[in-house]
Each structure stands twice: as structure tokens, then as C-alpha cells.
């Protein structure tokens, strides 16, 4: 079936210092996008970064992904972690697979936690 | 632009108990879905619309759950009878015509099962 995984429940990284967190895919969609959301404590999920395009780095609020689809992976970067990027973080994709409608599929999600 | 909006916010409720969450979507969004978000983990899709047809019900628990979108606008989620299993965070999203693949979300329902 179609899958999105994330594979760090949490991670843990000092303000100012890189960070990575990791998305890898499975899917049989015909057509697809990639999306990581982020959610704050107590609000919806909403869009961070989207891609569709194959090697593209795609950028927004200094966040950085690029989709490999040669490897399946979206992963998602920063250069300097702030303490107001401390969220959850999700990686999604979405589909068409014949004729139905687009269809979101969420990875298990990565608590970021940006400490001092 | 309104985004979309659910009510109620929050819910509690015995077992056994029925309740219903509202969702109303962007004004435009031809396709509205409903997630299930249980504590620490992602969404997990329910049920999801095109108009007022229903696309995909599939992870619907069809025993004591129930959703439509009689004329294509709003949306409401019905629990039968609550189980304690059934506590989350109820995500209501829609989405643009025009394959753009993005999906809008809600604020969410908690809802507590006791």
C-alpha cells in the first residue's frame, strides 16, 4: 500500500545548529505531491513546503526538501534551528491514483524540539 | 478568505454517548475530508467528499460512524456510541478543484471519550 515514514518520533537539536528529519515513501499513485506539514500545539495542520518535482529544492520560512524520487525521500532541512520552530512536524503525500480524487497520506510525525 | 471551521472545539462524553462535529469549508473547495488524529499520531483519513458524493469511506467504521454533505457545502460527523477508543482529535480539511493536491485544515474537535 501507500506509505510515508518518518523515522524519529523526536529529535532533540541546541538553537542555531542544523537540523534534518527524515521522510521516505512507498506509493502506486499515478501522479503525486509532497507536503510537510507542521503543527503547533493545540492548531490544525498546516502546509510548510510542497513539491512535485523531481530533484527541486523547494523552499519557505528557511526550511529546505528536496523529493528524490531515485531514492523516495523528501526529507526536510534547516541551516539554524529556532526555538519558534519547536513543533510537530509531518510528512504527507498525495495522490491520484486512476480516476479518484487526491488523497493525503501522513507519516507517523517528528516531534522538533529546539532548546537553548 | 475564511478558512475552515469546525465546532464544536472540544467534547466530552460518557460511553455510549452521540455526538456530532460541524464542518464548514473554504467557500469554493469541491472536496472536504475527515481525519481521525489520535494523541501523538498523524491523521488518518475517515471519509472524504467531491460535492455531496462520498469518494472514499473505506476507514469509516461504518457501525457507529456516519458523515454527509447533503448539498456539497457543509459537512457533519456523527458518533453512534462513543468508546473510549474513539478519543482524538477529529480534523475536518478541504481542498480546490483543479488537482492542486493541497488540503486546508480546520482547527479540530478533541474529543474525550470518559
Known amino acids: 500500500g501507500d506509505s510515508v515514514t518518518q523515522t524519529e518520533g523526536l529529535v532533540t537539536v541546541t538553537e542555531g545548529l542544523p537540523v534534518k528529519l527524515n521522510c521516505t515513501y512507498q506509493t502506486t499513485y499515478l501522479t503525486i505531491a509532497f507536503f510537510w506539514y507542521v503543527q503547533y500545539l493545540n492548531e490544525a495542520p498546516q502546509v510548510l513546503l510542497k513539491?512535485?518535482?523531481?530533484?527541486k529544492r523547494t523552499e519557505h520560512q528557511g526550511f529546505h526538501a528536496t523529493l528524490h524520487k531515485s531514492s523516495s525521500s523528501f526529507h526536510l532541512q534547516k541551516s539554524s534551528a529556532q526555538l519558534s520552530d519547536s513543533a510537530l512536524y509531518y510528512c504527507?503525500?498525495?495522490?491520484?491514483?486512476?480516476?479518484?480524487?487526491?488523497?493525503?497520506?501522513f507519516g507517523q510525525g517528528t516531534s522538533l524540539s529546539v532548546v537553548p | 478568505e475564511a478558512g475552515v471551521t469546525q465546532s464544536p472545539r472540544y467534547a466530552v462524553l460518557q460511553e455510549g454517548q452521540a455526538v456530532s462535529f460541524w464542518c464548514d469549508p473554504i467557500s469554493g473547495h469541491d472536496t472536504l475530508y475527515w481525519y481521525q488524529q489520535p494523541r501523538d499520531q498523524g491523521p488518518q483519513l475517515l471519509v472524504y467528499f467531491r460535492d455531496e458524493a462520498v469518494i472514499d469511506n473505506s476507514q469509516l467504521p461504518s457501525d457507529r460512524f456516519s458523515a454527509v454533505r447533503p448539498k456539497g457545502t457543509n459537512s457533519t460527523l456523527k458518533i453512534q456510541s462513543a468508546k473510549q477508543g474513539d478519543t482524538a482529535t477529529y480534523l475536518c480539511?478541504?481542498?480546490?478543484?483543479?488537482?492542486?493536491?493541497?488540503?486546508?485544515f480546520g482547527p479540530g474537535t478533541r474529543l474525550t471519550v470518559l
Open positions: 480539511a478541504s481542498g480546490p478543484p483543479g488537482g492542486s493536491y493541497e488540503q486546508y
Open positions: 504527507a503525500l498525495s495522490g491520484i491514483a486512476s480516476s479518484s480524487f487526491s488523497k493525503l497520506v
Open positions: 513539491s512535485s518535482t523531481d530533484n
